[in-house]
């Protein structure tokens, strides 16, 4: 480092020379300025049913998810839908996760309200609040000037000491020639070449703002892990009933074994095997209950729920949502508003300013120091005088072929990478809204065969088996088949609407967009 100053001098009236020290310091400073148990219906109840709410066949941007962040905080992330979810925590948004899980009765939530839940208690979503929040605070942190260097000298010599400055104070007995002394106080205050500090400060909030955005990613997927579990669980509660409706007709089927082996006309056999065959559809319910029970709690938990607290789905699998937008519809609205395209660009863009940062540090900085002294002593001309000095130093970047040049290459390789993640980025996001359409397709063309073919046939074979066999007695086993097939086509079929409402979900969220 190679400091270049300059030097002003000035003199004061001596009078009041340590009040002076103390005013001139102060005037130099200020100028540098809870318990969750899983709902579910019984065998004898059936299940909460609601429409879900149908999704929005426009494109438009995702809905807001609050309030934006203030004026000063909307320099890059001003369309966020993040903005509430990184708000600063108060007494009144204080989320679950940081207070005593309470016991309550049950809720019964439909998805929109389970993503609600999702955004503010979250643990890990809070845990990318926080983070947010701490990197936004390092940007006043950099805009704020260099803290000044207050320094204060008092020196002392013997007259006779080759070091002395002048013999100013009475003789004494020690030291009969006198002391030479001379008193001073210094404030220094460090600036940055111009731009250098706003262009860091700006680097920084990008940089914030690209996290805003990584974040907002993350929630839309653990927003699909939500609306997967949800649509399982109203699955399993459809399977349930459908088993339950099973158990109706095989008791329909014993009955009707019982009144003909009652009359002679048939065996007994087939009593029981109807029997047996209820209560397998019977014991079928317990996995099914099991599957119910383990989506509750996962859903309870992903929301920031105590796993164990009461939760009653509102909603139906039968219901998708209509028009959904075409593939290039969904790949253009990706390309331009998905948030971790966002946050790639935002990378981009910071690396870009790092260029610039970077070749800035070849620009020299500057300190300026100011200070006051009073010399005393036989040869000083102004014994006891009060003097002000202003220095000027320039901090030269001597050494640039081997620091800043080096600097200046590595935020270019940094500038580099952030491209080539960004364009990676870009083929990610179309292709996983590619293969997400496709699995979409596939789904609903599964529910439709087996909601207009399979389903229906099934349930015309078991009737005209039932018919037969309760008028003439035969085909008893035909009969249980049937009842058997239709029992399995109709569980596929719930399976195969809540497959179809989860790939519907992940295909929005692939393109950026909340599933509703």
Partial sequence: MLI??????????????????A????????????????????????????TVQSGDTSLAAPPSIGAQLGAQDQKVGANSKAAEL????????????????????????????LWNELKVNNPQLSSLRESYLSAKATVPQINAPANPQVGLVWSGMPVNSPFALGGANAPSQQYPGGISSNNSISVAQPFQFPGKKSLAADIADTNAEALL???????????????????????????LAVLKESVIRLEMIKNVAKARYANNAAAYVEYLNAQVAQSAAQADQFNVERQLNVALNSINTLVGRHSREKLILRGDVRRAMNGVPTLIELEDYAESSHPSLKSSALQLDAARKGVDLAKKAYLPDFQVIGSSYTPRGPFSANNGALFYQFELDLIIPLYFFTKEKYGVEQAQRNQAAAEAGNI???????LAVNTAYAAYEQAKNQT????????PQADAAYKVGLTQYSNNGQGFNDLLTAQTQLRNLEIALAQAESNLLQAQAVLMVSAGKEPF
């Fill in 213 to 239: 955005a990584s974040s907002e990613s993350t929630y839309l997927q653990l927003g699909a892990q939500l609306s997967t579990l949800y649509y399982s669980a109203l699955s399993s509660q459809k399977q």
């Fill in 23 to 50: 005013v001139f310091a102060c005037l130099l400073c200020a100028s540098a300025s809870p318990s969750l148990v899983l709902a579910q219906p019984s065998v004898g109840e059936t299940p909460a049913s609601v």
């Fill in 86 to 113: 990184f708000a600063p925590v108060t007494k009144a948004n204080t989320p679950k996760i940081y207070t005593k899980p309470i016991s309550s009765g049950p809720t019964e939530m439909d998805l929109r309200q």
């Fill in 4 to 21: 270049l100053g300059k030097h002003i001098t000035s003199e004061v009236n001596p009078l009041k020379s340590k009040t002076s020290f």
């Fill in 424 to 430: 990676s980025n870009r083929q990610q996001i179309v």
């Fill in 448 to 455: 439709q065969f087996l909601k207009e073919r399979q389903v």
